[in-house]
């Protein structure tokens, strides 16, 4: 997970005007079978897939992968029709953001919709779908200003400080980066289901650790070389690059790149 910054978003042009017509429409709706049939109508969060994929290069915003997750879709990350809490139990959807592009976010299949993982015996089911569980105790948002009061359990990848709560090992699993209880309860919800730990989505992420490991021994053995020279200073610095261009936040699982450095001493490179 990489941060994503929403403002960067550009809707199409009109997009705006029609959103806040049919956020009129949804307030003045009689009931949810009313609310229903016009999202059913206007699903135009469609619109935005590809400005919101623009903001991380094609990437899901949850799992920073592309094809290994299946598709990408908009997804309401508080979601429209109704929500469920971590036991099952719900209650009202957000209705009143299904046409507030700051609820969009790009999400592949695996993290959006409800899948069991087909590569492992687990009766445990993941995907998002209409899950947004929140803390014993916390206040439910009924209108976009009280959206702060809510203790949210899900990791997101537009608040600057969640996609840091999350890193990687060398067997591409998700581990919390944090170890607040609270903090740590986030990430085990998130890497539920968001699907973090799809089996193939882990082996491509040890792929690219191993890869960042190779490069750090290999410029680590140069640095070291007691008759370091002028074609050793030109190789450091094309491996520098190679692992600079893994760091990207437009290559595909960049934050295990990120990880593998920071567990090198090599955050640096990260930052540079």
Known sequence: MRYIDLNKLQPPEGWIDKANLLKAKMQNAQNSQERIKILKENPIWQELLIPLSELSNGKCWYSEAREIMSDRDVDHFR??????????????????????????????TYSNQ????????????????????LFVGSAIAINKGRLADEDIMLLDPTDPDDPNLITFDDTGKVLANTTNPKEMERVRVSIWLYNLNHLPLEEERARIYKRCQTLINRIDNIKNKADFGASDKTLLK???????????????????????????????????
């Open 114 to 133: 409800k899948r069991r993982d087909k590569y492992r015996n687990k009766t445990k089911i993941g995907g998002k779908g209409s899950y947004f569980p």
């Open 238 to 272: 094309s491996l520098k690059n190679e692992l600079r261009e893994l760091l990207s936040a437009d290559q595909e699982l960049s934050a295990v790149a990120i990880a593998s450095c920071e567990n090198a001493q090599l955050g640096y490179l990260a930052r540079s």
């Open 79 to 108: 979601p429209k029709n109704e929500a469920l809490n971590e036991d099952d139990s719900k209650r009202d959807g957000y209705w009143w953001l299904a046409y507030d592009h700051e609820n969009f976010r790009l999400s592949s």
